[in-house]
């Protein structure tokens, strides 16, 4: 789980995160899904 108090810094962190994952030689091989969820956890 991945949390921020402001949303931008969230997405641009998720962005380059899944570009990562999408270029590993396993990544090509497994679905990925991201869910964000703007509900607060606590």
Do not use: C, F, I, T
């Not at 641009?12 to 497994?30: I, T």
Request: glycine share 4%; aromatic share 8%; hydrophobic share 45%.
């Amino acid at each position: 789980m991945v949390q921020s108090s402001a949303r931008a810094p969230l997405h641009k962190l998720l962005g380059n995160w899944l570009l990562a994952l999408e270029q590993m030689p396993s990544g090509r091989q497994v679905r990925w899904s991201l869910d964000v969820d703007p509900v607060d956890l606590y």
